[in-house]
């Protein structure tokens, strides 16, 4: 079966503009997780989804946001870009409300805000 | 707040040698689960390995292995006979039902395989 789809691979945009990226998760799978990636804070949490309501938020700011779809597939929207937001964004789905059985990343988005 | 700490920037390791990563944790949950997940140049992260808290047995698939010591909130990685392929980055990382499905990383391990 498919795997976690995330568009576009590579971004470049420009500081002050706005971004969206997509995922879309293993079929059935109900739960979207957001992870942002950089060299120096590592691994940090965005969001997650499940049915379409958010359940948890990282500690990002408000220029953060996501939805999920009916279909489970899931976007982020990063606004006024700062040049900070360069990073690997990461897309995980998971079958269940809880990640008990792990979860399923995507291959990521690089944004590179210039 | 849970952490996860990962204290090992990098390891190497000659092909066909084992190697163990170290990961440990601070946590007041009594139920929660550790994965070790691989990072290769891909980008993609691939589960290696889980271990649900409340199970005394140290998970195995395959070449990995992992000792959990709970006590001591230890999870360290074992990979034996160790492949080229296996070179990359390795993130140990902690989830609970209560979290969701939110997961906290430790920093990382570069693992580099010789030949």
């Known amino acids: 079966k498919a795997g976690v789809t995330q568009t576009p691979r590579y971004l470049i945009k420009t500081r002050g503009q706005q971004v969206t990226l997509s995922c879309s998760p293993i079929s059935g799978h109900r739960s979207v997780s957001w992870y942002q990636q950089t060299p120096g804070q590592g691994l940090q949490f965005l969001f997650e989804?499940?049915?379409?309501?958010?359940?948890n938020k990282g500690n990002f700011p408000g220029r953060f946001s996501g939805r999920q779809f009916s279909n489970s597939r899931s976007e982020m929207n990063v606004s006024t870009l700062e040049l900070g937001d360069s990073a690997l964004y990461l897309c995980a789905s998971s079958l269940e409300a809880s990640g008990t059985y792990g979860y399923t990343f995507g291959s990521g988005t690089r944004l590179t805000v210039v | 707040a849970q952490t996860v700490t990962q204290s090992q920037p990098e390891m190497s390791v000659q092909e066909a040698e084992t190697v163990t990563l170290s990961c440990t944790y601070d946590?007041?949950?009594?139920?929660?689960?550790l994965f070790w997940y691989k990072q290769p140049p891909s980008r993609q992260m691939i589960l290696v390995i889980r271990q649900e808290a409340y199970k005394q047995q140290n998970a195995t698939e395959n070449r990995f292995s992992v000792n959990f010591q709970k006590a001591a909130k230890s999870f360290s990685l074992k990979i034996s006979d160790s492949q080229l392929g296996d070179a990359a980055m390795y993130f140990c990382?902690?989830?609970?039902?209560?979290?969701?499905?939110?997961?906290?990383f430790g920093g990382g391990t570069r693992l580099m395989v010789k030949p």
């Open positions: 990382a902690w989830g609970n039902n209560n979290a969701g499905n939110m997961l906290t």
């Open positions: 946590t007041s949950e009594s139920d929660y689960y």
């Open positions: 989804y499940f049915s379409e309501t958010q359940r």
